[in-house]
T-cell receptor, first 115, second 112 residues
Framework: EADIYQTPRYLVIGTGKKITLECSQT?????MYWYQQDPGMELHLIHY???????EKGDLSSESTVSRIRTEHFPLTLESARPSHTSQYLC??????????????FGPGTRLLVL | GNSVTQMEGPVTLSEEAFLTINCTYT??????LFWYVQYPGEGLQLLLK?????DKGSNKGFEATYRKETTSFHLEKGSVQVSDSAVYFC???????????FGQGTRLTINP
């Protein structure tokens, strides 16, 4: 079982606030991901990283930004939160073990509510 | 592009019933296939996986077989429990883009 952590687990904030969602993993995995999960359950990839100093935008356009300064840490930042950002955010990591052979492991998620 | 289609939910069963959740995929090449489970208020947990045709993944009484000829990876369990109530996601690894492609999820409720 993978060790991947997200904080906070729940966050309620007002519109316009800047927030950072933390994600850390202790397996030394190269690749990390952020997903947004809407109430209808569908998962949308919003950011990913192949390794340190690498960040890429995912399939769903997002106003959030990410950074990857250390292998184990992949924080997501919203400069000015809006009610439309209310969602669950899931972080994941995986090992690069060849094409088609990677397995993603997920953190417990952060449930964000913007008032 | 690659895609995954899951059986629409919600699915409601009685305890000890037989479970099948259908999953079919479209992909180029030879993807790996996965089932993830999400319990209420939690993230996704890897349930099982299969990396090549005819492989069977199994865990906690759940099974799924990678069928290339029918492009399917159906999830089965012989006797479900109330604790199996969760959302189940089928996924494939997109070799070209090195990303996971998820189905839309199937919510399963087991009644005692």
């Amino acid at each position: 079982e993978a060790d991947i952590y997200q904080t906070p687990r729940y966050l309620v904030i007002g519109t316009g606030k800047k927030i950072t969602l933390e994600c850390s993993q202790t397996m030394g995995h190269d690749k990390m991901y952020w997903y947004q999960q809407d109430p209808g359950m569908e998962l949308h990839l919003i950011h990913y990283s192949y390794g340190v100093n690498s960040t890429e935008k995912g399939d769903l356009s997002s106003e959030s930004t990410v950074s990857r300064i250390r292998t184990e840490h992949f924080p997501l930042t919203l400069e000015s939160a809006r009610p439309s950002h209310t969602s669950q955010y899931l972080c994941a990591s995986s090992e690069l073990v060849g094409q088609g052979q990677e397995t993603q492991y997920f953190g417990p998620g952060t449930r964000l509510l913007v008032l | 592009g690659n895609s995954v289609t899951q059986m629409e939910g919600p699915v409601t069963l009685s305890e000890e019933a037989f479970l099948t959740i259908n999953c079919t995929y479209t992909a180029t090449g030879y993807p790996s296939l996965f089932w993830y489970v999400q319990y209420p208020g939690e993230g996704l947990q890897l349930l099982l996986k299969a990396t090549k045709a005819d492989d069977k993944g199994s865990n906690k009484g759940f099974e799924a077989t990678y069928r290339k000829e029918t492009t399917s990876f159906h999830l089965e369990k012989g006797s479900v429990q109330v604790s199996d109530s969760a959302v189940y996601f089928c996924a494939l690894s997109d070799q070209g883009a090195q990303k996971l492609v998820f189905g839309q999820g199937t919510r399963l409720t087991i009644n005692p």
